[in-house]
């Protein structure tokens, strides 16, 4: 009995070590990836909001050329 359960307790520390081990090392695989990927949505984001920005920008310009004094009280 004592055997069985020194086994038993054996495998399942052999199982857990095993698990941080393969955690461990996925871990160091994913993460450079996954921060690559975060760098790669951020510069998308920043051209995004540069690219909206420069069109609501324009397309004031249109409106401003339209009609002049419109919205200023004139």
Do not use: Y
Request: charged share 25%.
């Amino acid at each position: 009995m004592e055997v069985v359960l020194s086994a038993a307790l054996g495998f399942m520390t052999g199982v857990v070590t095993c698990a941080k081990f393969l955690r461990h090392e996925m871990a160091g695989i994913v993460e450079p990836r996954l921060k690559h990927i975060e760098e790669q949505l951020h510069s998308l984001r920043e051209e995004t909001n540069l690219d909206a920005a420069t069109r609501l920008a324009a397309l004031n310009q249109v409106l401003e050329d339209r009609h002049p004094h419109e919205g200023c009280g004139q």
